[in-house]
Structure formats: C-alpha cells, structure tokens
C-alpha cells in the first residue's frame, strides 16, 4: 500500500490494483488508470492524447472532455454528462462550476466523517490522500479523501464541500464516487434488485448508450428495489475470471447509481446520495460531508472481488467488538406466534429451544402498549401487562434463569395513531399539513431530526434495556417516507429532510451502542429493506427477507453475496410449507441453506414432531462445530440459482477444510448427474470427504470436480446428514423436488 506523488501525479497502490489520476495543464483533475498494479514509477505517458477536438473548456483544444476522464466532474464547462457535483449560487443563480487543483496532503489512517458511518482504524495501517479542488469564481472548496488500506484492494472516497466565499450556495447534487473510463465500452452492469420478499435479485445486463441508473427514493430505506452496490464487468467475466469492479455506499438513505456510457464510448460510473429532491443549502463559512463509498478492483472475477469486500466489511466497518465474536444462534417467535402470545406461551418456547441447542430467544413483535395487531401502539415503548404480566424484566430474568440469553424488538422510528405517543405528540409525526399522511403498514414515521423525539427513544429504549437483561435487539422499521416535510425546517430548508432523517438516526444509533456496547443489534426493514453498509457500521447482522422460502432464499443470499460478508446476512429456518410462499421443502434443505449466514430458527419449537427436533439438534449441533469456518472462512459461489442447481461454499484461509452447499431445485427423470468443482484448495494435498465416502487430491476436486450421488442412499450417515435431503424424483413423496446437501472436505 503506498500512495506516491510525483510530477503533478497522484499513484494510489493497493495490493494488487493502482488508481492514478494527475493534473493537467488547465487544473483540472483527470483520471488516469484503475486496474492491476502497475509500476510505481509508471508514467502512462501514453494516454496523452494529441487529438484536436471541437469543443474545450480552453483555447487549446487538445484538451476536450471527450479524451479525458475526469475525475470530479462537474457541469456546465463543455461535458454534457452528469457530474459529481451540482452547486448554484445565489448571486447570478447560474449553475456553472469549474474547479481547478489546489493543494494536497496525505494524513496517515482514516478519517472519521462526521455523523456519518465509515470506515474505522484497525491495527492494520492505512493512508488518505486529500485532495483539494477550488472554483475561485464561487468560494468553493473541495477536499476530495481517498483512502487506501494495507490489508485489502478496496478504496474509499468521499468530499467535504466548503463555501469559503460571500454567496449563498446550494448543492443540488453531491455524489461521493465518479469513476470515468475513456474509450471502452465493453462493460456490462450487475445491480440487486426486488421488492419486499425478493431483495436483491442479481441482474446482469449489458450497458447502452446513454445513461441509466438505479436509485432509491424512499428516503429513510437504502431499499429492497435497488441496493446501493453495482458491479462493472467484462462480458466475458466469470465468478472466477475477468475484469469486475465493484462499488457500494456506505450509507442508507436515498441514493443514486448511475452509468452513463456516451456514444464516443466514454463510460462513466457514479455513486452517492440521490440528487432528486435534494437540496442543501450551504452558507458562508458551512461544509457538507457525503457519505463514503467503496470501490475495489479485481482481473480475478466477481468472485474475487466479492471476498474482498466480505474481509472488508469484517475489518473496517462492523463494530469491532462483533467481528470475532461468535453471533448467538437464536429464536424468533414471529411465525411462530406472530401476535398471539402471552408470557407462559413464551416460556414454554423457550424451554423447549433450550433443549434443543439454541442460545437466544427473539420476542418479536406485540410486547408493549397494547398492540395485537400492526393497527397499534408504535411508540408506546411500555409492557403490554394483559400478554406480559411481569413485564419484559420478568421475562427476561426467566429465560436467563433456562439458561438462554433474551432479545427483543423494536421499531422505534414509527408511530401508531392508536397510541399514546400519539395522543401526547401527534405533532411528531412526519404530515404536510395540506394532506391527510399517508399510510404504510397502518403506520407513521416519526419526524427523527426533533431533537425531543431522538431524546424521547433513546430514554424509552434505553430505560427497556437497562432494567431487564438483553443481549440482543431487532431494530425494524417497516415503512418507508411519505409525505415529507418537517415543521421543524425553515421553507428553503425542506429538501435537506430526508439526509438530516438519516444524520439524525445515526446519532440515536451512536448514543445507544455507546450506552450498550455488550448488545447484539440486527437490523430489519420488513425484511431486508435496509441491507447497506451504513446499517452494517452500527448493526452487524441484518435480516436478510421476510422470505425463509428455502428455494426462494438462494436467490436473496446468492445476490447478498456479491457485496456482503455471510456474517451479516441474518437467515432461519421456518416452517414448511413456507408462510410466504405455501411451498413444502425439508427441513435439511432449509437447515442448508439457512446455514450459510448468521443461522437462527423462526418457528414455533412446540409445534414440532419429535422426529424433527433431532434433526434441529444436529443442525445447531453442526452449526455450533463449523460456525468459524461460515464466518470466517472465504465464500464461493460456485453454480448460480439461475440453473437449476445451486452451489455455494466456505473455504477456510489455510485451505484444510471447506463446507459445500449444493442445492438441486427440480428433480427429473433419467437426471444428468451434477458435477461441483470445489474452489482454493491446496493442488497435492489429499482431502476426505465423508459425506460421500471417498478421499481424493486437491487438484482432483478442483479441476474433476465432485460427482453428485443420485440420491439419499449414496450418502453416508454423517453429522452433516440433518442437511442432507436429495431424493430421486417419487422416493419422498412429501418431497419430490427441491434436493439440498451440504458436505465437508477435510485436509487428511
Ligand atoms: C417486519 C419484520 C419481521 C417481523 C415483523 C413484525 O415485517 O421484517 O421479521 O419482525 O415486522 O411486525
């Protein structure tokens, strides 16, 4: 890791990749190369073009924005694409910018942005290099901040936007990442996408001409239907070769993603907070900080890019206090019980998940005030006495007395008209007073940059946690904004809402994790409607989707992988047939697939045959051996749930053992047979692999690949069987399709 400058020119080297940008005779400041590392004295003399062009921002029109990449573009000086940066001015109310290069220093480590989450200091050393770009004409500074770490190829960049001059500013816009590539336009784009139920499906499609992007506009939800992560790859790019170029926002507001290829075949990649409806006024002597974003490099693969941003993620933005730490397998009564339950219905779960091996118990839903249905009591952060008669500190003390640690759930940003909060403060409440508030889940959003209301939850939430005894807290939030204005905000004022909404969170979030450092929090937002790095900074687990459909979940987990550690990916094992899709799967393809995350059971355990309690005991059982190695151990998506089997699978860093997923969606008559070809092994070290009965060489599992048996009968009695449910087509007739098993290698 080093950064060098030398003639006017910036060289950031990572481990494996360089990023070079200098500046050009005009001030301007052009980007160069990103890709695998060059030499450090590399001049790309080459890329000095001498074509003459008709437009230019100067007389010498050699330097045209048509042959240059830019690297905080802005517009209004000859590029007609979008920029990163949209400032108009209150004096001639023109939008024009030009910034030009002032200075640079480098600080050792990285920056803490304020209110903001971002990357955090470890031991491992890094370097930011900054940047500082002046419009003279406008009293405008820019501090651009690139960071580079010792222990991964990922970089983040982000600005502080300074008015150092006499006039009003607004910003319009102010994305944290541009990323230009001159004369290229064989890329293709891979973006998440959904909806509640369906988060981040993995779409893969080839770019055209002119610009497209992905964004959310739900203001408090980076969102289901777009996640704030996009990948550039070659069309010929594979999970384990190719260029891929992944970047991701640490951050979970309204965003923007945007890709503009022009027909020169200029393309143009940019990331940060979504400019529409958004304005931000910015004064004489005021600074605005964008959230941080990511950006990592790899010729290896989406694969390889994928990891690095898994270690990532572990390293520098999970709270360091979670990393480590083994995340407790738990139970959640939701499905179990949704609103239906009382203390010794509780109790008597939790009894019997005790027996079973599990160590947390989640009550969900329906504690407090008086709610039995989602008509109620959001905000009323108080025992619902008549379900809990000895309250949550009751509760809790008897669940600790079973043996098993006590989580509970929140959704503090939300209000119910039915509620006292309500009938107390219904001036809280997010409303334009010329409307009737829409409504989402029967629900309002409480107005999170009052000042009384972040005091008003941090009380309420913090006087919960302090008299009972909780190791863990599922912070939901299950709408979206409407309506949105906040009485609190002077007129001019108003579009800056939904990004003081988010510094405002992030602060209650700060004061609570502060206050509690030994709580485990898990975000939620009606499933995975909120999956991001900036949740991930304060939470380190989110729940993935409302979905636990098994077959519907290698889709959701296979599209987390691509930006997000396992770690963080909150999946359980429900009942069968499916509450979300009706649809019957075994419990060992369901324990399969949930496995491959933070593992958890969302069920009702009384509810259960005997027969499949001992399957239960071995799945957590199992979970508890291998749970290191699914944490901490490099992920591989191997064969992608497109086809129609599904692989994936951890390796551990010293390459002696893996845990292999494979899951076959539909059976078939006379079948062709499934060959799985397992990833980073040692080559001549010999591997057992019990599940199957045989041993064979590294090179041989990798490059011959492992053969699949045609069902059950072929597999071995192991402690991995309680995953293993592969029938032949009419064998299990309760089951005849959807196959999962999951097999270990072991170095001999
Ligand atoms: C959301 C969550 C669920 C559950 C319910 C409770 O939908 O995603 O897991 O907590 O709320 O109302």
């Known amino acids: 890791m080093s950064i060098s400058i030398k003639n006017q020119q910036f060289h950031l080297q990572t481990p494996t990749t360089s990023y070079i940008m200098d500046i050009i005779s005009t001030g301007e400041l052009r980007h160069l190369y990103y890709g695998n590392k060059l030499h450090q004295d590399a001049k790309l003399e080459h890329t000095n073009l001498t074509m003459v062009l008709a437009e230019s921002p100067t007389k010498d029109r050699t330097i045209s924005y048509y042959n240059i990449s830019r690297e905080y573009p802005s517009y209004g000086r000859s590029d007609y694409r979008e920029g990163s940066i949209h400032i108009q001015n209150d004096q001639y109310g023109d939008t024009i910018i030009e910034l030009e290069y002032l200075s640079h220093y480098i600080i050792s480590n990285c920056p803490s942005l304020k209110n903001l989450p971002h990357i955090r200091n470890t031991q491992d050393k890094a370097e930011t290099l900054v940047i500082t770009m002046i419009d003279k004409s406008l009293g405008l500074e820019i501090d651009l901040y690139y960071t580079i770490l010792e222990e991964s190829d990922v970089i983040t960049r982000f600005s502080i936007i300074k008015n150092t001059g006499s006039m ?175 203390e010794d219905k509780i109790l008597a779960m939790a009894e019997e998940a005790k027996k079973l091996g599990i160590e947390l118990f989640v009550l969900d839903d329906g504690w407090f005030g008086h709610r039995d249905n989602d008509f109620t009591s959001l905000g009323d952060w108080f025992d619902y006495k008549t379900k809990l008669p000895n309250g949550i500190k009751g509760l809790s003390q008897k669940i600790s007395d079973l043996g098993l640690k006590f989580g509970l759930w929140f959704e503090p940003e939300m209000i119910s008209e039915d509620s006292d909060l309500f009938k107390n403060h219904p001036e809280w409440r997010i409303e334009c007073p010329r409307y009737i508030p829409c409504q989402g889940r029967n629900q309002y959003v409480l107005d999170m940059t009052r000042k009384d209301v972040q005091d008003y939850l941090y009380e309420k939430i913090s006087s919960v946690l302090e008299e009972s005894t909780i190791h863990y807290v599922k912070w939901d939030k299950n709408r979206n904004l409407t309506d949105i204005m906040s009485r609190e905000l002077p007129v001019n004022q108003q579009k800056e809402f939904v990004h003081r909404y988010m510094l405002s969170l992030y602060q209650l979030f700060d004061r609570l994790i502060t206050k509690f450092p030994d709580i485990l929090f898990e975000s939620c937002s009606a499933g995975g409607n909120r999956f991001d790095l900036g949740m991930l900074y304060y939470m380190p687990q989110t729940w993935a989707s409302d979905n636990t459909d098994a077959i519907q979940r290698l889709d959701i987990q296979w599209g987390s992988s691509m930006g997000y550690p396992l770690s963080s990916i909150g999946s359980h094992v429900s009942e069968s047939p499916n509450h979300q899709t009706g649809r019957y799967a075994s419990l060992q393809l369901r324990g399969a697939v949930a496995l491959f995350g933070t593992f958890g059971y969302e069920l009702d355990p009384l509810k259960i045959p005997l027969k499949e309690k001992e399957i239960i005991k071995q799945q957590i059982h199992a979970f508890k051996k291998y749970r290191t190695l699914i944490s901490q151990g490099d992920f591989y998506r191997i064969q992608s749930p497109e086809t129609n089997v599904c692989s994936w699978g951890v390796v551990s860093s010293d390459k002696t053992e893996a845990l292999i997923m494979v899951t076959r969606i539909l059976s078939s008559a006379n079948p062709t047979m499934i060959k799985i070809n397992i990833p980073n092994l040692i080559s001549s070290a010999l591997y057992s692999v019990d599940e199957l009965g045989i041993t064979a060489y590294g090179n041989e599992l990798m490059n011959s690949g492992l053969w699949m048996p045609v069902s059950n009968e072929f597999i071995k009695n192991t402690e991995l069987s309680c995953f293993c449910s592969w029938n032949r087509s009419g064998i299990d007739p309760c089951f005849p399709d959807f196959s999962g098993m999951v097999f270990h290698i072991k170095k001999i």
């Open 168 to 342: 009003n500013l607004k910003i319009l816009s102010a994305l944290s990442l541009s990323l230009d590539i001159c004369c290229d336009k064989n890329w293709e784009l891979i973006t998440l996408n959904g909806t509640w139920g369906r988060e981040r499906k993995l779409e893969r499609s080839p770019i055209s001409y002119g610009a497209h992007y992905i964004s959310s506009t739900q203001g408090n939800s980076s969102s289901s239907l777009h996640n704030p992560f996009g990948m550039l790859v070659r069309p010929y790019t594979t999970e384990t070769s190719g260029e891929a170029i992944a970047t991701s926002l640490i951050y979970s507001g309204n965003h923007k993603l945007n890709v503009e290829l022009t027909p020169l075949d200029n393309l143009r990649l940019m990331l940060g907070i979504n400019p529409f409806d958004f304005n931000w006024s910015l004064n004489p002597g005021e600074e605005f900080t964008t959230p941080q974003a990511v950006i990592c490099y790899s010729s290896q693969g989406m694969g390889s890019v994928s990891r690095e941003l898994h270690h990532f993620v572990q390293n520098r933005i999970i709270n360091p206090k979670w990393k480590d730490h083994q995340r407790y397998i738990l139970i959640n009564n939701w499905e179990g019980t949704y609103f239906d339950f009382n």
